[in-house]
């Protein structure tokens, strides 16, 4: 478990970024046979890219739900994204077995969102919390005067841009 690091901080990127948020829903309970293996690929795929660093992967966050499962993922462009998408090891066999499965059955359900984050153009807080998020994928800084409130870090980082 990630030590907490007490005081406040703010997380600083040195150049923009891609977020994807991606997860899935279970539509039907008892068809346990339907929804546990996309839950389980995405896990093998999340393994796989923290062992693959040189394809742009950089952090991820997994939250389990009332209903299913999300992940929020840190990448270091949207076209290193899309490469994996298109290329990775797990990521082409757990699509495959989904679009075949969706075809019989609506047990499960999928999506994604992605963005593509400019340099200087998002602003955070961690307060008393281990690197999460954005946190654990760029760079901790504590959150001084220059950092006091969300305008602030924004300013801040717009600024950094433009240097």
């Known amino acids: 478990m990630a030590k907490v690091q007490q005081g ?9 970024y891609a977020v994807l948020i991606i997860g899935m829903r279970v539509n039907k309970l008892w068809a346990v046979s339907s929804w546990l293996p996309v839950f389980t690929a995405m896990g093998r795929m999340i393994r796989e890219l923290y062992t693959n660093k040189e394809w742009g992967f950089l952090s991820a966050e997994f939250m389990i739900t009332a209903r299913g499962a999300n ?35 609506d047990a499960v359900g999928i999506y994604h969102e992605s963005y593509i984050i400019e340099p200087g153009q998002y602003e955070n807080v961690y307060v008393n919390m281990p690197p999460f998020g954005l ?8 959150a001084d005067h220059r950092h006091q409130a969300a305008r602030d870090r924004l300013r801040h980082n717009e600024n950094q841009r433009e240097e």
């Open 8 to 16: 406040r901080y703010t997380a600083q990127m040195d150049q923009g």
């Open 71 to 105: 992940v929020i993922q840190y990448w270091r462009s949207f076209e290193d994204m899309e490469r994996y998408a298109r290329e990775g090891g797990n990521h082409l066999k757990a699509w495959r077995d989904f679009n075949q499965l969706s075809r019989k059955t």
């Open 135 to 142: 946190g654990k994928a760029g760079n901790l800084v504590p």
